[in-house]
């Protein structure tokens, strides 16, 4: 059975609102030039922004570059952020921005591979306190099968645990559209893991 790989609650990913609410006053802190608040913010939401950009780039190997230029954006941009949202929900956004111009970037010229391995490097980006490895790779497996919009609706909410509203921002959507789109993610993958279980109990 590998069913136990989704996870039944997005309150096992929640971090507290104080978590936040700290990393909100780092950002506010470091756009005031503090440097101890920028380092602290910066490695605060480090880990965060590679697995998301993982997701979304398709490219294990762009990921850092990725959350480099993010944090690069970010730290430019620190004087116009006024904390009326959480600096990690303004921090994504910048990151989906990174990432779409990416990939206008790259198809603006040519490529000479393309080798789209993004599971490998979620799969290192893997938190300790999800399930074990083989269902966490089950679960990545199963991932890559959704609609790009699905599939990072499910990541953000129910894998880094953002708020549906902030997902909303995130992904400039309504947050009703990002409430059906992981519920149309769920049913998708349950499906696919009942038929999986099915599978392997005829198998055997």
Do not use: K, N
């Not at 080798?115 to 269902?135: F, K, Y």
Request: charged share 25%; glycine share 4%.
């Amino acid at each position: 059975m590998i069913t136990s790989a989704l996870p039944t609650s997005r309150a096992a990913y929640d971090r507290p609102a104080s978590a936040d609410e700290s990393i909100t006053a780092w950002a506010l802190a470091a756009r005031g030039g503090d440097p101890e608040a920028v380092e602290r913010f910066v490695r605060a939401l480090h880990r965060d922004v590679v697995r998301y950009v993982a997701h979304l780039s398709a490219d294990p190997q762009a990921a850092d570059d990725l959350a480099q230029d993010t944090f690069l954006r970010a730290l430019g941009s620190l004087h116009r952020f006024e904390g009326r949202s959480s600096a990690r929900a303004w921090l994504m956004s910048i990151a989906r921005r990174a990432v779409v111009d990416s990939f206008r970037h790259a198809a603006a010229r040519p490529r000479l591979s393309d080798i789209p391995d993004w599971q490998l490097a979620v799969e290192l980006a893997q938190p300790c306190d999800l399930p074990g490895l083989d269902d966490g790779i089950a679960l990545l497996d199963l991932l890559a099968v959704l609609p790009d919009e699905r599939r990072e609706a499910f990541v953000l909410t129910q894998l880094m645990g953002l708020p549906y509203a902030e997902a909303a921002e995130v992904s400039g959507c309504p947050i009703g559209t990002v409430r059906s789109r992981v519920a149309r993610a769920r049913a998708t993958l349950i499906g696919l893991l009942t038929e999986a279980d099915a599978s392997a109990a005829l198998a055997a």
